[in-house]
């Protein structure tokens, strides 16, 4: 592990490989054998596969040198390969199947990636929907909406609609964000319309009746109390209450206690009046679907719906300096998050920034070889045990966002030094950044966004999500651009712009008692060197 580890930081090609060896458990009478597999982008199979033979013979000294070629602009269409392995990596990002999209008179928005090869489908709805669109009195609804729809339709009762769904072969999923709801099944390609009936008959006929409200209430209240033992989403839920006070975005997807204890019928009805609007919603499918089809769907149970003709209204937060720790020495890890704020989704600063977050990386300890990765956050946190974790986060809403590191150490004595190290690497971002680190961040930016694409689901899920937030989809190779433009310099900039000497929220939660007092963490946002 550890030499892989020395391999794939001395590879830039191969800096986004994740690799895990393996040891099967034999049949009997048999000798086990040791494995290694690792995951890469297409193009870079060849150099991975390379890289574990010389592994296997136990020689770092053997691994292939060399890059893989970058995409370049030139290539603006979709260009299908009619060869199933031979292509390169500029010629693999057009071998993708065309994203279809239809608008109807009343806005809502059907968009499909059909691909007849593929016997599976993901088709739901994405709708602008959350707590963001939400005020302090019905903090909590969209979530609450999200488990009450699952309750039942005025044609099906509840023990009908899963009976529907499993003769489908198929699962239903969904969640709520801040600032979207998702409602998406994944069933046969031949099921994909019949899914899509479903899923409308769930948005526009539910049964909210007062004994569903009341078990939909019991299990989110389960839910919250879970919630408060995740310490990772509990941090970035003060991080946002407390950068975006008085906001709608500082508010929590689920709600406070008081608030789902108190949300009735008619709160429901009246939230889903005001936002599940057609100009509000998107039909997304990917997988083997027919495109046309799932637009007669919309048309028949959506086409006679009119767009609102008044908006939920939000404005952009203001992003406030603040400290905020809960203090609890019995547990056994410290949680600490420094953030700034960030670029939104459709500010152009949000890719040098989102090369930024990589460059700063994130490391487990716990993970193989995580001594030998290439990011100086990593070597200054493990000279002195600082953190047992820490990861990089660039966050974006639709008009802002949140830029930061969070790290978990179980060492509380040297919390002090914690927010030295980061805010140095921050500075060193805006000052020192080099060529080489932007270039191995860039491919592992790369990866981590396409890898994150495979699937009918997470295709779906990349659809409908884009088509709210840009009103259409980025295409791989335009991904590709938007990433291979950013340099050294563009770093450097988004990294003195939204960093240097500008208002930082800490959190920190757990025994955070020897964290730095906030004015010396704010005045070493703007150090002097020497």
Same mark, same amino acid.
């Given at each position: 592990?550890?030499?892989?580890?020395?391999?794939?930081?001395?590879?830039?090609?191969?800096?986004?490989?994740?690799?895990?060896?393996?040891?099967?458990?034999?049949? !009997?009478?048999?000798?086990?054998?040791?494995?290694?597999?690792?995951?890469?982008?297409?193009?870079?199979?060849?150099?991975?596969?390379?890289?574990?033979?010389?592994?296997?013979?136990?020689?770092?000294?053997?691994?292939?040198?060399?890059?893989?070629?970058?995409?370049?602009?030139?290539?603006?269409?979709?260009?299908?390969?009619?060869?199933?392995?031979?292509?390169t990596y500029a010629q693999?990002?057009?071998?993708?199947?065309?994203?279809?999209?239809?608008?109807?008179?009343?806005?809502?928005?059907?968009?499909?990636?059909?691909?007849?090869?593929?016997?599976?489908?993901?088709?739901?709805?994405?709708?602008?929907?959350?707590s963001r669109f939400e005020s302090k009195t019905t903090n909590g609804t969209a979530h609450f909406l999200e488990h009450v729809l699952f309750k039942g339709t005025k044609t099906k009762p509840q023990k009908d609609l899963e009976t529907q769904i499993e003769a489908l072969g198929g699962s239903i999923s969904s969640y709520t964000s801040r600032e979207q709801s998702a409602f998406f099944a994944k069933v046969l390609a031949s099921d994909a319309s019949k899914a899509a009936e479903v899923l409308s008959d769930l948005l526009l006929n539910p049964e909210i009746s007062d004994a569903s409200v009341n078990s939909a209430r019991d299990g989110i209240l389960r839910e919250a109390e879970v919630r408060e033992g995740l310490?990772?989403?509990?941090?970035?839920?003060?991080?946002?209450?407390?950068?975006?006070?008085?906001?709608?975005?500082?508010?929590?997807?689920?709600?406070?206690?008081?608030?789902v204890e108190s949300i009735t019928r008619a709160d429901l009805l009246s939230y889903k009046d005001e936002v599940f609007t057609p100009d509000r919603i998107v039909l997304?499918?990917?997988?083997?679907?027919?495109?046309?089809?799932?637009?007669?769907?919309?048309?028949?149970?959506?086409?006679?719906?009119?767009?609102?003709?008044?908006?939920?209204?939000?404005?952009?937060?203001?992003?406030?300096?603040?400290?905020?720790?809960?203090?609890?020495?019995?547990? !056994?890890?410290?949680?600490?998050?420094l953030g700034v704020e960030g670029a939104s989704w459709t500010n152009p600063d949000y890719w040098p920034l989102a090369v930024a977050q990589f460059v700063i990386g994130s490391w487990d300890r716990n993970l193989p070889g995580g001594s030998k990765m290439s990011s100086r956050l990593i070597a200054d946190v493990q000279k002195d045990n600082l953190l047992t974790s820490f990861s990089a986060f660039n966050i974006a809403y639709s008009d802002t966002g949140l830029f930061g590191v969070y790290g978990v150490s179980n060492q509380r004595e040297t919390l002090e030094e914690v927010s030295h190290v980061i805010q140095q690497e921050w500075h060193r971002l805006a000052m020192a950044v080099t060529d080489a680190e932007v270039?191995?961040?860039?491919?592992?930016?790369?990866?981590?966004?396409?890898?994150?694409?495979?699937?009918?689901?997470?295709?779906?899920?990349?659809?409908?999500?884009?088509?709210?937030?840009?009103?259409?989809?980025?295409?791989?190779?335009?991904?590709?651009?938007?990433?291979?433009?950013?340099?050294?310099?563009?770093?450097?900039?988004?990294?003195?712009?939204?960093?240097?000497?500008?208002?930082?929220?800490?959190?920190?939660?757990?025994?955070?008692?020897?964290?730095?007092?906030?004015?010396?963490?704010?005045?070493?946002?703007?150090?002097?060197?020497?």
């Open positions: 592990s550890n030499a892989a580890a020395h391999s794939l930081s001395g590879e830039p090609h191969l800096a986004s490989t994740t690799f895990a060896p393996f040891l099967p458990s034999p049949p !009997p009478g048999r000798t086990a054998n040791l494995g290694f597999f690792a995951v890469v982008v297409a193009a870079a199979a060849p150099a991975a596969a390379a890289m574990l033979a010389a592994i296997a013979r136990r020689s770092a000294s053997a691994l292939p040198k060399g890059g893989r070629s970058l995409a370049t602009t030139s290539l603006t269409t979709a260009n299908p390969s009619t060869k199933s392995v031979e292509f693999s990002l057009g071998n993708i199947p065309e994203t279809k999209i239809t608008r109807l008179p009343n806005g809502l928005t059907v968009a499909t990636e059909s691909n007849p090869n593929q016997q599976a489908a993901t088709v739901g709805f994405w709708v602008k929907s959350g310490k990772a989403d509990l941090v970035f839920d003060h991080l946002h209450g407390s950068a975006f006070q008085s906001s709608s975005l500082g508010q929590t997807v689920i709600g406070p206690k008081t608030n997304a499918a990917s997988g083997g679907v027919d495109h046309d089809a799932l637009v007669k769907v919309a048309e028949k149970y959506f086409g006679s719906l009119k767009a609102s003709e008044s908006k939920p209204t939000v404005l952009k937060p203001t992003f406030v300096g603040s400290d905020l720790r809960a203090r609890y020495d019995e547990l !056994p890890a410290a949680h600490v998050i270039f191995r961040a860039k491919n592992q930016l790369k990866a981590s966004l396409l890898l994150g694409k495979d699937g009918t689901t997470a295709a779906a899920e990349d659809i409908g999500s884009q088509l709210l937030t840009y009103g259409k989809r980025i295409t791989p190779w335009e991904l590709d651009g938007l990433i291979e433009a950013v340099k050294a310099a563009d770093v450097a900039r988004v990294a003195a712009k939204y960093i240097y000497d500008k208002e930082v929220c800490l959190i920190g939660y757990g025994p955070v008692e020897a964290l730095q007092d906030y004015t010396r963490i704010r005045g070493a946002m703007s150090p002097i060197y020497w």
